[in-house]
């Protein structure tokens, strides 16, 4: 595990029109890369993830967010693949987003900074690549928006990568999903502390924002299910909290407060309004005369993986582009996994899809 940052100084050139320069790109490393760089594995994050996406850092008590799937002996096998995880253009977490500085002003962009499309990270992502010496891919692999970003990469460069594996995601955002968005961008933009964007750096490491954090609650909502809510918490009181007092609260109420207060420290809240806008305006046939057209772009082998309870994006969404590609003679597999977890389910129950990863990676279907 190896933690780094790539610096760029020619300009990215965005979807929108406008120009990223010069930025920067965090990424960590898993394993070793062969003699023909024909091993490598490009793992994408979800809209709160990060380039930590395997393995304990010292002084760390939580591991990566994909520790179960990724190294040594496991089902990404860091001893067979070379793994490349990155952070996306916008976060906040270590590569160029609106809290950095504006070169040459030397103070954040913050609202300056440009609107960003999936299109964009992986563009960023593909420079990464070739900054490395890396210009073709074994696999892309990523979940909800990290499966937005292997979809991409298959329509965009469509003789990049082998093998794109997309979990919990979409050909599109889909009214419901952005609904749920909206109800984050409003608390955020509404709540005094956040001034407009034009708050300080780090204001919000101790206390948090309010806005983010009951933001953060709708997204939770959106990422589990009933099943899973009733399972976890039932109708259980907690315990000293009164029922008849009138910000009592059930178990399901406090898993919110705590979760959500704990992420809106951690996460920028500028941060969350370019990622949520970016998630929004996914849609694989935006450039191209029809989303037929996009799908027939793909030359990859395609596996697409949905999840039963997932109300965010929901499994005939996945479905849809299998049945184009089915319909074009072009290789794509498409699972449907039984699961009562919810959207999160791809980030939960590992064991119910990592057969299927690794039997992919390893050319067994």
């Given at each position: 595990m190896k933690k780094q940052i790539a610096k760029f100084t020619k300009p990215l050139y965005l979807e929108s029109g406008r120009i990223l320069e010069p930025y920067q790109i965090a990424y960590e490393t898993y394993g070793k890369i062969n003699k023909d760089a024909s091993n490598v594995i490009l793992i994408c994050h979800a809209l709160s993830g990060s380039a930590h996406a395997a393995g304990v850092y010292e002084g760390d008590r939580k591991?990566?967010?994909?520790?179960?799937?990724?190294?040594?002996?496991?089902?990404?096998?860091?001893?067979?693949?070379?793994?490349?995880?990155?952070?996306?253009i916008g976060s906040c977490f270590g590569s160029t987003g609106p809290m950095d500085s504006d070169y040459p002003k030397q103070e954040p962009f913050?609202?300056?900074?440009?609107?960003?499309?999936?299109?964009?990270?992986?563009?960023?992502?593909?420079?990464?690549?070739?900054?490395?010496?890396?210009?073709?891919?074994?696999?892309?692999?990523?979940?909800?928006?990290?499966?937005?970003?292997?979809?991409?990469?298959?329509?965009?460069?469509?003789?990049?990568?082998?093998?794109?594996?997309?979990?919990?995601?979409?050909?599109?955002?889909?009214?419901?999903?952005?609904?749920?968005?909206?109800?984050?961008?409003?608390?955020?933009?509404?709540?005094p502390r956040f001034k407009d964007g034009q708050y300080e750096k780090d204001t919000f490491k101790e206390d948090g924002l309010d806005g983010l954090a009951i933001g953060r609650i709708a997204g939770h909502i959106s990422y589990l299910s009933p099943d899973s809510m009733n399972s976890k918490f039932g109708r259980n009181y907690v315990n000293n909290d009164g029922l008849f007092e009138l910000f009592g609260r059930y178990e399901v109420e406090r898993y919110m407060e705590y979760n959500t207060d704990n992420f809106s420290r951690i996460f920028d809240p500028?941060?969350?309004?370019?990622?949520?806008?970016?998630?929004?305006?996914?849609?694989?046939?935006?450039?191209?005369?029809?989303?037929?057209?996009?799908?027939?772009?793909?030359?990859?082998?395609?596996?697409?993986?949905?999840?039963?309870?997932?109300?965010?994006?929901?499994?005939?969404?996945?479905?849809?582009?299998?049945?184009?590609?089915?319909?074009?003679?072009?290789?794509?597999?498409?699972?449907?996994?039984?699961?009562?977890?919810?959207?999160?389910?791809?980030?939960?129950?590992?064991?119910?899809?990592?057969?299927?990863?690794?039997?992919?990676?390893?050319?067994k279907g």
């Open positions: 591991a990566g967010w994909w520790d179960g799937l990724i190294g040594d002996g496991k089902v990404i096998d860091t001893e067979k693949y070379f793994v490349i995880s990155t952070n996306v913050r609202l300056r900074f440009p609107v960003l499309t999936i299109k964009d990270m992986i563009k960023a992502q593909k420079n990464l690549l070739s900054k490395l010496g890396i210009h073709h891919l074994h696999a892309i692999i990523g979940g909800s928006m990290g499966g937005m970003q292997a979809l991409q990469f298959a329509v965009d460069y469509p003789n990049f990568a082998d093998k794109i594996i997309s979990l919990a995601s979409t050909y599109a955002t889909q009214p419901w999903a952005i609904g749920f968005n909206k109800v984050a961008i409003e608390a955020i933009r509404r709540d500028l941060s969350y309004l370019y990622i949520v806008k970016a998630i929004n305006t996914f849609n694989l046939s935006r450039g191209y005369d029809s989303l037929h057209e996009a799908i027939l772009r793909i030359k990859a082998k395609v596996t697409l993986i949905s999840f039963s309870s997932d109300y965010l994006f929901f499994p005939k969404e996945m479905k849809h582009i299998d049945d184009m590609m089915k319909r074009n003679g072009q290789n794509s597999d498409y699972y449907e996994i039984d699961s009562r977890y919810g959207h999160d389910a791809f980030l939960v129950e590992l064991d119910k899809f990592s057969n299927i990863i690794k039997d992919k990676l390893n050319n």
